[in-house]
């Protein structure tokens, strides 16, 4: 297995990678249909065996502080992917990435990573076990059908919402957590270092 930088003959693969290895995650829904492009530099990393993109990690990084990590001091970057094709998983593929994307982050100064999560609890021990530490969490709330009622109203005559995606930051999360069959809560983690 190699791991190298990102090539844009890579995007059908890396694609292709990252929808199969979110499928039996909570972020099953959020498929991408192209490779983003991001705003900041990036470290953007894949897996390739027998010519097939198998992992990745992309990691969007500072220039200046606070610009796209969202706590910290000195320059950190956003994992905003990190994927392992399915067949190719449990094999350690996900932790080279990542030391490969520090080694890199740590030549061009960064001090640290932030990352967001679901609740998967084996996702959420990776990144404890590969060093990072929870620093925060929000709820990911899908309204549907009769949820919405209560919920969610349209201004717009004729106009009914089916459904709605929500991000809750209240204290009150039970309450939450008990209205609406799906959510999810969403987990930062952060990993820091000396550069």
């Given at each position: ?83 392992v094709h399915p067949d190719y998983q449990r094999k350690g593929i996900g932790s080279q990435l990542l030391l490969q994307a520090v080694a890199a982050a740590k030549e061009i ?69 008990t209205k609406f069959k799906r959510v999810h809560e969403c987990v930062c983690y952060e990993k820091q270092w000396k550069s």
């Amino acid at each position: 297995m190699e791991i190298r930088k990102y090539s844009p003959d890579d995007e059908s693969g890396w694609v292709r990678c990252r929808v199969l290895s979110f499928l039996n995650t909570a972020y099953f829904d959020n498929v991408l249909r192209e490779k983003e492009k991001y705003l900041n530099p990036a470290i953007e990393l894949v897996a390739i065996e027998d010519g097939i993109v198998v992992g990745l990690i992309d990691v969007e990084y500072e220039t200046e502080e606070r610009t796209v990590c969202s706590r910290g001091t000195g320059l950190g970057g956003m994992i905003w992917h990190i994927a392992v094709h399915p067949d190719y998983q449990r094999k350690g593929i996900g932790s080279q990435l990542l030391l490969q994307a520090v080694a890199a982050a740590k030549e061009i100064g960064l001090n640290r990573f932030e990352a967001w999560t679901r609740d998967d609890q084996w996702v959420r021990n990776w990144y404890v076990h590969s060093g990072f530490k929870q620093v925060d969490s929000y709820l990911h709330v899908y309204i549907e059908d009769n949820e919405l009622e209560g919920a969610l109203k349209s201004e717009i005559p004729k106009l009914k919402p089916i459904q709605s995606f929500a991000h809750y930051v209240g204290e009150d999360r039970e309450k939450v957590m008990t209205k609406f069959k799906r959510v999810h809560e969403c987990v930062c983690y952060e990993k820091q270092w000396k550069s």
